[in-house]
Structures are given as structure tokens and as C-alpha cells.
């Protein structure tokens, strides 16, 4: 376009933002906006015992070189995240291109329920202390209390040991992650949803024990910086773009409370997302590119 930017722009890649290996999501900005230290980092470990330092190490990183960055935070003025919408609402509203106004309160808690291991073919069910019974039950609640708040919940990963079939499990560990478009409705799920599993807990003679692993509360992005990205581009599109909330988490949620953030969404036909299925139309892909290139002139060569 022959745009001379009058200020520098600057491209970033965080690492770990989904968070799926260590259980803490947004690894990598957290520890550019301080909310991560580098001790908490260095205490970081997955499924199978292995640390964030020992990963680092095998991947070629030097673990003792990540932390926070004050001097490179303060110098911009401006972020803004591009990515494809994690739902159907512009492809309900026929928009190609939308701009977020909001990451709902989202965090992730683990229940480890404590039973009994035991014969599967010689234990009476009367004598049974099984913690897949209650975690079963817990399950079904977070749907149900979820659905009543307007919120989600899901329990999308489970450990089980011994893990034999032929085997009444010892323990049965799973994570739910639940987010509400309030603090308040949030609050009232996973409340309900621990309150029943304590319940089912007991009755059927286990134990539990509920650990919030992590939790990040309402993030509303800049509103001077988001109404100027809707101006700018209803200058250049000729009319209005959407202004949308969303459960998703995003790097752009962790670096707001250190500098102004907005994020751009690119319609998603299927509704789809962290699955194959999901999927842009390219056209929709070339929209959102061109929405980012218009932003980036905009608020850089002003």
C-alpha cells in the first residue's frame, strides 16, 4: 500500500498459550506481564513429571533467560490479536469480521476423588468405595448447573489409576473448566458444581479434594482502543463491524492489564474450534488480513 508507519510495529509469537501441557494456559505472556514469576514457571511440570526448565532444555531454550519484561511493555502503545472466532456469532450476523469486547471469567479446577482400589469381578457392590461413581455424578452436575446459569462447563480430561479394567479405581482425578460471561454466574456453577460432588463424595465413601490449578477473571479490552479499530474500519469498510464477547482465552486477555489490547475475529462457518473441524472460508481469511493491515495503518502511520 506504501504505508510509512510513524510508529515502529513489532510482531510477537508467545509460546504455550493453550496451556494443554502444563495446565497453566498463556504460559508465555503471563511471564511477560509479570502475573507468572520465574520461580512459579521453574515449578511448572506435566503429566508425566517433567518441568517447564527440563522441556525448555530438550527444545534448545534456556529456562533461567524467561520473565517478565517492563522496559519492552511500556514502550507499546497498542496490541492486537487476529484469530478465528471460537463460535457461530458472525456467521448468525453474516459478518465476516468482528471485533471483541470482552474475555469471559474462565478458570480450570481439578477434582481428585479417593476411593478403593479393588477386584472388579469379586468385590460386592455393597463393599465398593468407587470414585468413579461420584465423578460420574460430578459430571452430570456440571452440565446441569451450567445450563441453569447460562454458563459452560466441562470436564474434558481424566486420569484414572490403577486404569485396568478389571480393576475398581483408587483414584479418579479429572479437570473442569468453566467460564460464564459474569464473575457472579461463574462463581455460581463451580460452587454447585463441588457442592454436588462433596455430596456424591460422601455417599459413596471417598474422598475429594478440589484445587483451582488457574483462573483469570472478566478481561474488557481497552474501550478507546476498540471503538477506534470500530471507526477505523467502518471508514474503510463502509459500515458497522460487530462488537463481540467470548469464552475463549487469548494472549491479548493477559497483556491488558499492561497495556491496551483488542482483538479481531474472523468468521468461523462451523462454529468449530479446537477440533479438525474447525475452519475459515478464505475469503473470510483474506477479510481479516485486510482488517489487520487497515488497524495497523491506522493506529501506525497516524
Known sequence: ????????????NFGDEEGARFGLACVGSRLTAGQLTREQAHRLTD???ITLPEAMEAAGYDPDAIGPDPERLARIGAFVELHVEQGRALDLSGDRVGIASAIWPHGR???????????????????????????AETVLAARREAELAGAVATFGKISVEP????????VVRGWLDSRAADQSALDTVTAAVEKAARDHAAAHGVDLEVVRESFTPVVG???????????????????????????????????????????????NPTGVS?????????????????????????????
Open 1 to 12: 500500500r506504501g504505508a510509512r508507519p510513524t510508529r515502529p510495529l513489532g510482531i510477537v
Open 47 to 49: 503429566g508425566e513429571g
Open 163 to 170: 486404569n485396568g479394567v478389571n480393576a475398581i479405581p483408587s
Open 274 to 302: 479446537h477440533s479438525p473441524a474447525e475452519s475459515a472460508a478464505e475469503d473470510d481469511c483474506v477479510a481479516g488480513v485486510l482488517a489487520l493491515a487497515d488497524v495497523l495503518e491506522g493506529l501506525a502511520c497516524r
Open 109 to 135: 479446577w481439578r477434582y481428585d476423588f479417593r476411593g478403593e482400589a479393588n477386584h472388579a469381578g469379586t468385590t460386592r457392590l455393597a463393599d465398593r468405595r468407587d470414585p468413579m461413581l461420584p465423578y
Open 221 to 267: 479490552f481497552d474501550h478507546a482502543l476498540r471503538d477506534e479499530l470500530g471507526r477505523i474500519l467502518a471508514r474503510d469498510t463502509g459500515h458497522r463491524v460487530p462488537v463481540l464477547g467470548t469464552g475463549a482465552g487469548h494472549d491479548a486477555g493477559i497483556l491488558s492489564g499492561s497495556v491496551p489490547t483488542a482483538m479481531l475475529f474472523v468468521r
